[in-house]
């Protein structure tokens, strides 16, 4: 079993609001229709999401109120083929 210093976080009880993970599944389910992966732990307020490249889920995500930030760009297999995604956060609203 790993260290408990290698994953600090996971290793801490985390109290999520049963709102604030109805709001990360509605936001999660909303990306998956729109082609998105939501690679984040559930309830955590920064939401990271992979993104096929030229994709129009960041504008939907702006449209609903969010701020889409670029944050990397990466490799996902996909069907047994690698594909580059972009990787953008969000914050989800409150504490």
Known sequence: MPARWLNPDRDVPRKVSPTR?????????FCRQHGGAVVSVP???????????????????????YAPHFHAM???????????VDVVTIMMPGK
Request: charged fraction near 25%; aromatic fraction near 4%; hydrophobic fraction near 40%.
């Open 21 to 29: 993970m109805r709001l990360w599944h509605a936001i999660n389910e």
């Open 43 to 65: 309830g955590l307020a920064e939401i990271r999401i992979e993104i096929p490249q030229g994709s129009g889920l960041p504008a939907k995500l702006t449209d609903l109120g």
């Open 74 to 84: 990466t490799t996902r297999i996909d069907a047994g083929m690698f594909k580059t």
